[in-house]
């Protein structure tokens, strides 16, 4: 659950100033917004897929929509809006990969959390939110743990901002909390990432809090106890959506009831692939992961999971 965007990516190494025009090196439009990033990595990964989001009655809407279906993502619940233009993000990639982004987020907000049922998660058995409005993780995680369901959020910079008095409450009871290392140090209070995990953990009760550390891999704090798993060394080439697939991959894992250890492997695996292509939606198929996993050394994890999704 969460934004479905039209991202234009222009890639250049100079953010011009007040009346100053910049060359840009390339420039590529595609699918966006991290729960349909998120939607999308998981049906690639070999699970089943529905996203609940808005967009407008208008061709980018058409557009974004018959994107997620030839991913093969349940689109039934798309909510279409004709008082609002479908959400645009401008990406401005630099050299080395990293990005800045300016958001519209337009026909995102006509999200309601009246539009949150039993019905769109019938046939369900996790429920991901990607989205800082609290509103709609609450009505979500209400919903799905009153059907049995897991539930995990990933609600970026817009949800730490607001601070953990704020949010605490509707983060209680989540099963997996997904932050960046920025995130983390907001909400904790911490320029010492794992002391500011530590310090989120003893407010919030989650099962697992999850802090992404860019190239330096990822942490997973669980029952007290911090783990740690590097991420693998590749030439970035956009970094846009490598969040959100590593959150895929860590709820796939998951789901398939891995250690945790490996499941952060896993989430690291998927998520390297995709920083070495363009786009928020270049996110690795199964058997890419299962590839790069085996070429370094991870083969039993590799048949670990093929047998448990076979």
């Given at each position: 659950?969460?934004?479905?965007?039209?991202?234009?990516?222009?890639?250049?190494?100079?953010?011009?100033?007040?009346?100053?025009?910049?060359?840009?090196?390339?420039?590529?439009?595609?699918?966006?917004?991290?729960?349909a990033n998120f939607s999308v990595a998981v049906a690639r990964l070999g699970l089943g897929s529905r996203f609940l989001?808005?967009?407008?009655?208008?061709?980018?809407?058409?557009?974004?929509?018959?994107?997620?279906?030839?991913?093969?993502?349940?689109?039934?619940?798309?909510?279409?809006?004709?008082?609002?233009?479908?959400?645009?993000?401008?990406?401005?990639?630099?050299?080395?990969?990293?990005?800045?982004?300016?958001?519209?987020?337009?026909?995102?907000?006509?999200?309601?959390?009246?539009?949150?049922?039993?019905?769109?998660?019938?046939?369900?058995?996790?429920?991901?939110?990607?989205?800082?409005?609290?509103?709609?993780?609450?009505?979500?995680?209400?919903?799905?743990?009153?059907?049995?369901?897991?539930?995990?959020?990933?609600?970026?910079?817009?949800?730490?901002?607001?601070?953990?008095?704020?949010?605490?409450?509707?983060?209680?009871?989540?099963?997996?909390?997904?932050?960046?290392?920025?995130?983390?140090?907001?909400?904790?209070?911490?320029?010492?990432?794992?002391?500011?995990?530590?310090?989120?953990?003893?407010?919030?009760?989650?099962?697992?809090?999850?802090?992404?550390l860019g190239s330096r891999g990822a942490l997973l704090l669980r029952d007290g106890e911090v783990k740690y798993s590097?991420?693998?060394?590749?030439?970035?080439?956009?970094?846009?959506?490598?969040?959100?697939?590593?959150?895929?991959?860590?709820?796939?894992?998951?789901?398939?009831?891995?250690?945790?250890?490996?499941?952060?492997?896993?989430?690291?695996?998927?998520?390297?692939?995709?920083?070495?292509?363009?786009?928020?939606?270049?996110?690795?198929?199964?058997?890419?992961?299962?590839?790069?996993?085996?070429?370094?050394?991870?083969?039993?994890?590799?048949?670990?999971?093929?047998?448990?999704?076979?």
């Open positions: 659950m969460g934004n479905l965007n039209l991202d234009i990516y222009i890639k250049t190494d100079a953010i011009p100033r007040p009346d100053e025009s910049v060359d840009a090196y390339e420039t590529y439009m595609g699918g966006g917004g991290s729960a989001g808005s967009v407008g009655n208008d061709q980018f809407g058409d557009m974004l929509i018959r994107e997620l279906e030839s991913e093969g993502v349940d689109t039934r619940f798309i909510k279409r809006v004709s008082h609002e233009r479908t959400g645009t993000v401008v990406v401005i990639v630099g050299l080395d990969g990293s990005k800045r982004m300016i958001r519209y987020p337009g026909a995102n907000l006509g999200l309601t959390p009246n539009d949150i049922t039993s019905d769109v998660m019938s046939g369900v058995s996790h429920v991901h939110v990607a989205l800082g409005r609290v509103e709609i993780i609450e009505a979500a995680k209400r919903i799905a743990k009153s059907l049995g369901l897991t539930v995990s959020v990933d609600g970026g910079t817009p949800l730490a901002r607001k601070g953990l008095d704020v949010i605490k409450d509707v983060i209680n009871n989540v099963d997996i909390w997904f932050m960046n290392s920025f995130e983390a140090r907001e909400l904790g209070h911490s320029e010492n990432v794992v002391r500011a995990a530590e310090n989120i953990a003893s407010r919030v009760e989650v099962r697992e809090l999850i802090v992404t590097d991420a693998f060394k590749v030439p970035p080439v956009d970094t846009t959506g490598a969040g959100d697939t590593f959150a895929a991959a860590y709820v796939v894992a998951s789901v398939l009831d891995l250690d945790p250890i490996d499941k952060l492997i896993f989430a690291n695996a998927a998520a390297s692939l995709k920083v070495m292509r363009r786009g928020a939606r270049s996110s690795p198929r199964l058997n890419e992961v299962i590839d790069f996993l085996e070429s370094l050394g991870y083969a039993k994890l590799a048949d670990e999971i093929l047998n448990k999704l076979s």
